[in-house]
Every structure is written in C-alpha cells, then in structure tokens.
C-alpha cells in the first residue's frame, strides 16, 4: 500500500509539472504571439474547452477501463501536446494548441482523483490533501524550472521539450504500482446517470466549490507572472517565481491535510481557506510594493489548499456504492464543473484587466475567493440533508 500512496502521490506531482512549466511563462507567449490581455484571454479559452470536454467522458472511460490505464495514455499525450505549445505564433494557433493540452490534462486530472479516492477508501486516512500536496509540490517544480529558463531566455519549445522528457521517464517508472479499482459491471455503473446526479444539490455546490477555487488558482497561475511584471515592475524571472510563492504556501498546506482534517471539519477548513486567499488576493491588487505581492500570494495558495481536494474526495463519498466502488462518474461531473471555471475564468479576469488593469483583476479574483465560504456551509447542510434522508428510508427498506 505503501508503493501505491507514493505512485499516486508522484502522478499528482507530474500533472503539476505540466501547469508550473508554461502557466509562468505566459510573458514569454504574450511576446511570441503578439498578444494584449483581452487577446490572451480568449486564447486561454482552449484550455477549457479541452478539459471540460475531456473531463465530462474521462469517468466513464475509467470505469469502463481503470483508472491505470487512462492515466498511461493521458500522461504520454499530454507530453506530446506540451511542446506544440511552444511553437504557436498567434493567438489562434495558442488557444487551438491549448485545446489539446486541456484534452490529455482533463483526463490526466480526473483518472488521477480516481485513483486516489482509491488509496483513500483501502487505507481508511484522510490523504486526499496529501496527494493534491504533490501537485503543488509539482507546479512548484515545474515553476522553478520555467524561471530559470525566462531568466537564461531559453525558448519555449526546448524548455517544454525537457519537462516532457522528464515525464515520460518518472512516468513509465512509476505506473505500475497505481492501484486499480474493482471493476464495475456495465448495469451497476448506468445506476449513476447524469440525469440523478443533476437532481443532487450536494454535487452542484461541490462543484461550486470547485469552480471558484479553479478561477481563483487559474488567475493566480494565468496572470500572477503578467501582473508582476507590468504593475510592480519586476523582471520576468522573478516575475516567475510569485506563482512559485503561492505553489510552496499550498502545497505545505496540504502536506499537513490528513492532521487538518482529522482536528478539524472539512467545512471550517474550506471556510477559513476561503477568507484567507480572499485577504491575500485583495492585499495584493490594493497594497503597491513587490515583497506584499509574494505575501499575497502566498495566502492565495494557502488558503485555496483544501478547496479542489476535499470537494473531489466528499463527491467520491457521495457516489460511493454499496460494495465499496463507484464515486467515478462524481468526481468527473463535479471535475467538469471546475473546468468551467479555467473556461470563464483567463476570459473573464483579462476583459477586468482590459477595461481597467492587472490590479482590479487580481482584487476581482479575491471577491471570488470569498465565495467559496458561504457555499461550503450550503454544501455541508445539503450533505447532512441527504444523510438523513437515506437513514428515514432505511425502515422501510427492510420492510
């Protein structure tokens, strides 16, 4: 068990290389393709649209063949599209080559979740923070790695060709030991239809969750370098490192997730994280000087640490069947949902940048930030609903 916590906790790391490696570049892309915020923007689009829809058959595909065996073939796709990216020369050829990375990362990510709600469910311990640590511990790498090359002004397509160099080489190692899910038969996994989980409020506030940490985690990952640069006036290579900031703060965060959770309810921590990264985000835009746009930063990552994880890990519980299996189809909607937030997201920030600046669009993301406390409260209420629900019918099931 031990071999496949540290598998899943490395293929957790390797999604996280992915988005630290060119998220940090987006000055280098901005003066490759020629584009303005507003421009940008809408080429970020085709991330999105890549993820959502890959994210909404990714569940199905993992029930049908396991969780390892869509990771193998995401993984390895995902190292072919990353270099594509750093020949593009427009802003159509960006948002057309991001489609593609958003397609093999979409399936990446929920195969990923799948996995280890997995882990979780054999070792009985709270670890889902823990291996969404790796993926910030990744990012983290992975944005190392992109400063260092803005700094010695290597180009995008070598850079990007060594990190998928690196990934296919940690990957083909460390495959094997990701756990595979029982197997559920074609009738049992039809009982969750996407027709009964539209009529579930606990999966729309989970992926309400989700969706506002993925606007305020893509702001952050999509615009941090930019905002850097123009309104506090640092070099692209230091630029780089404020999303570098926020990586650390949440990834130590997370390390400390199977404590966090165990002392404390998943809604305090995802209430108090929300209020936290919505502090940071505001004393960024508000306050001018480099040093507090690190420690804003910083407060962004770590207090976004447990949103992604801990709405991915109670939809997995929603779904989870009597057997012990089940919880993929969930995880995919509640996934899908979050993807709609890197679709509105990168569009809606740079048009607020665009009418008015960097600033006002990074405070904009702070307003978002704080949302995310009100509706974990509604999410916590509606998944006592249901529980209760369930236990009144219990009587008459026997009966």
Do not use: K
């Not at 071999?3 to 390797?14: P, T």
């Not at 074609?186 to 969750?209: C, N």
């Amino acid at each position: 068990m031990r071999a496949e916590r540290w598998s899943v906790f490395v293929i957790f790391a390797l999604n996280g290389v992915v988005l630290g490696s060119w998220a940090p570049r987006m000055p280098a892309f901005t003066a490759q393709i020629g584009a303005n915020e507003g421009e940008l923007g809408l080429a970020l689009l085709g991330g999105s649209v890549g993820m959502i829809a890959a994210a909404s058959m990714a569940g199905r595909w993992c029930a049908r063949f396991g969780a390892r065996a869509l990771l193998l073939v995401s993984v390895l796709a995902t190292t072919v599209a990353l270099p594509v990216m750093g020949t593009v020369g427009s802003p159509l050829q960006l948002g057309l080559a991001l489609v593609l990375v958003g397609a093999t990362v979409g399936t990446f990510d929920v195969s990923m979740n799948i996995a280890a709600v997995t882990v979780v469910r054999r070792t009985e311990r709270p670890l889902m923070p823990v291996f969404h640590a790796g993926f910030s511990i990744g990012a983290l790498v992975g944005s190392l790695g992109a400063a260092f090359a803005a700094a010695h002004r290597i180009g995008l397509l070598p850079h990007f060709l060594v990190v998928s160099g690196l990934i296919v080489a940690v990957n083909l190692v460390t495959i094997r030991n990701v756990p595979r899910e029982e197997r559920v038969t074609e009738s049992a996994a039809e009982d969750t239809t996407d027709r009964r989980m539209l009529r579930r409020p606990v999966l729309w506030l989970l992926g309400m969750i989700a969706l506002c940490s993925a606007i305020v985690e893509g702001a952050s990952g999509d615009w941090s370098a930019l905002f850097a640069v123009r309104e506090r006036g640092m070099g692209e290579g230091a630029a780089a490192v404020t999303f570098s900031v926020f990586c650390v703060a949440m990834a130590i965060v997370r390390l400390l997730g199977e404590q966090a959770e165990r002392r404390w309810s998943p809604e305090r921590l995802l209430v108090a994280g929300s209020l936290a990264a919505a502090f940071g985000l505001l004393l960024t835009a508000v306050v001018p000087g480099a040093p507090l746009a690190f420690v804003g930063f910083a407060l962004a990552g770590g207090g976004l640490a447990f949103a992604f994880p801990i709405a991915l890990n109670l939809a997995g519980a929603v779904g989870r069947r009597g057997d012990g299996t089940g919880g993929e189809h969930e995880i995919a909607f509640v996934t899908t949902i979050a993807y709609s937030g890197f679709l509105v997201g990168p569009p809606m920030i740079g048009a607020v940048a665009h009418l008015a600046n960097l600033e006002v669009a990074i405070g904009f993301a702070g307003v978002i930030a704080a949302l995310i406390a009100p509706v974990a409260l509604a999410a916590a209420a509606a998944r006592r609903r249901e529980d209760a629900e369930s236990r009144d019918r219990e009587p008459a099931l026997v009966e």
